[in-house]
């Protein structure tokens, strides 16, 4: 079957760095995304990588690892607005997108 | 970038009423189109895929009668609540994917539904 994990809550405080890992074991691959999701909201795009190694997009960093299935979305500086839900989500071999649960991240002051 | 509607919002209805959720890609064309459900603390639960002019594929264990899916159109997929009850009432976000790039889906903004 088809599975990505990634932890439930997580906690930081405003103007730290923390890091969200992802693992999955899905049927095929043709990239990883990371969404970022406020509550009520429609989910919207951060990062994606379809290659191993490092994306850095501003305060935002995503990694992948393929031969591993994991990756990891890095925030820095962080901010109360990043208090959210990060969704990461694999597409697969039908160019489906499969989803994980979510890691709702808690920014405190 | 691209750019995908929803319409309504949100909506309250009656128990065993019907109730059309639009979703349009505002300017690109859309060959297949994605309904999601979400609850409350949960993540997106794929309910059908939908390429245009063809019949929905739907996901194991949801109901094609229940959730009618149209996609009559390269800009619009249609998906109707038929007779909704309370356990229906969730976060329904549709997605929408240009041919020719198979790994971007464009969001809409969800729509919020409550059957009372």
């Known amino acids: 079957g088809q599975n990505i994990d990634q932890p439930t809550e997580m906690t930081a405080t405003e103007g730290a760095i923390v890091q969200i890992n992802c693992t999955y074991q899905t049927s095929g691959f043709n990239g990883l995304f990371w969404y970022q999701q406020h509550a009520g909201e429609a989910p919207t795009f951060l990062s994606y990588n379809v290659l191993d190694g490092l994306e850095e997009k501003g305060r935002f960093s995503s990694f992948l690892s393929r031969s591993k299935g994991y990756s990891y979305l890095l925030l820095k500086e962080l901010q109360m607005k990043d208090s959210a839900s990060y969704l990461c989500a694999v597409l697969d071999s039908n160019y489906q997108l499969i989803w994980g649960a979510g890691t709702k991240l808690i920014i405190k002051p | 970038g691209a750019v995908v509607s929803q319409h309504p919002s949100w909506v309250i209805c009656k128990s065993g009423t019907s109730v059309k959720i639009e979703c349009r890609s505002l300017?690109?064309?859309?060959?297949?189109m994605f309904w999601y459900r979400q609850f409350p603390k949960q993540s997106l639960m794929l309910m059908a895929t939908s390429n245009e002019g063809s019949k929905a594929t739907y996901e194991q264990g949801v109901e094609k009668d229940k959730f009618l899916i149209n996609h009559a159109s390269l800009t619009l997929s249609t998906l109707t609540v038929t007779s909704a009850h309370p356990e229906d009432s969730s976060f329904y976000i549709c997605?929408?994917?240009?041919?020719?790039?198979?790994?971007?889906?464009?969001f809409g903004p969800g729509t919020r539904l409550t059957v009372l």
């Open positions: 997605s929408a994917r240009e041919e020719r790039e198979l790994n971007e889906q464009f």
């Open positions: 300017d690109f064309q859309a060959t297949t």
